[in-house]
């Protein structure tokens, strides 16, 4: 149990796309979802936490209106890229976690995100 | 403040056994967690510590010292696949969201 997909695995756009990664846990309810970026040879970087029915709470330094999280339900977090630009380019990764606080959370397999 | 420390880089024999240290420093604690990833991967959930002591799970074992401040991870029996970086984190009390605080990871290079 605890299968956590996120869709793409890649993608390569152009500056100024936006792009949209989902992020569904397949046989649990997550009351949770965690984004996060990663770059090479460095460890994760938490950008927001995402609570279904509400609004994500952004980490300092994290651009709102450039990253839009939606969690509409309990199994689907959403990560929008807005207007992604070379800068943006990353491994990103979202985590889902069932409601109690000592659970812990299960990866999806991320989305490499490339801006040329 | 926050910080985790784990060391940067570590080398084992297969079939040998190996510790990777985490030592913490946080406003609060509610747990630590470990995570192994591969290269190129997501981190999979390893084990889960909350209270002092021991877990065991197969080849895995996780020991917590809160007073310490400090966790180990204990890998036997090594295999290559368990060439991977390995993740400790940490669970503050930070209210209903419960984020993790992440250390930097401890790359494991196991040689035949």
């Known amino acids: 149990g605890a299968v956590v997909s996120q869709h793409p695995s890649w993608v390569i756009c152009k500056s100024g796309t936006s792009v949209k990664i989902e992020c569904r846990s397949l046989?649990?309810?997550?009351?949770?979802m965690f984004w996060y970026r990663q770059f090479p040879k460095q460890s994760l970087m938490l950008m927001a936490t995402?609570?279904?029915?509400?609004?994500?709470?952004?980490e300092q330094g994290v651009e709102k209106d450039k990253f839009l999280i939606n969690h509409a339900s309990l199994t689907l977090s959403t990560l929008t890229v807005t207007s992604a630009h070379p800068e943006d380019s990353s491994f990103y990764i979202c985590?889902?976690?069932?409601?109690?606080?000592?659970?812990?959370?299960?990866f999806g397999d991320g989305t490499r995100l490339s801006i040329l | 403040g926050q910080n985790i420390d784990q060391p940067t880089e570590m080398t084992a024999t297969e079939g040998a056994i190996v510790q990777i240290n985490c030592t913490y420093q946080?406003?609060?604690?509610?747990?630590l967690f470990w995570y192994q990833q591969h290269a190129g991967e997501a981190p999979t959930f390893l084990s889960y510590?909350?209270l002092d002591g021991l877990e065991e799970k197969g080849r895995f074992s996780s020991f917590l010292s809160r007073s310490k401040g400090y966790s180990y991870l204990l890998l036997k029996e090594l295999q290559m696949k368990d060439s991977a970086s390995y993740l400790c984190?940490?669970?503050?009390?930070?209210?209903?969201?419960?984020?993790?605080?992440w250390g930097l990871g401890t790359s494991l290079a196991v040689n035949p």
């Open positions: 985590s889902a976690r069932r409601g109690i606080a000592n659970q812990p959370q299960h």
């Open positions: 046989d649990f309810q997550a009351t949770t």
């Open positions: 995402s609570n279904e029915g509400s609004k994500a709470t952004y």
């Open positions: 946080t406003s609060g604690f509610n747990g």
């Open positions: 510590n909350v």
């Open positions: 984190a940490v669970r503050e009390n930070a209210g209903n969201n419960r984020k993790l605080i």
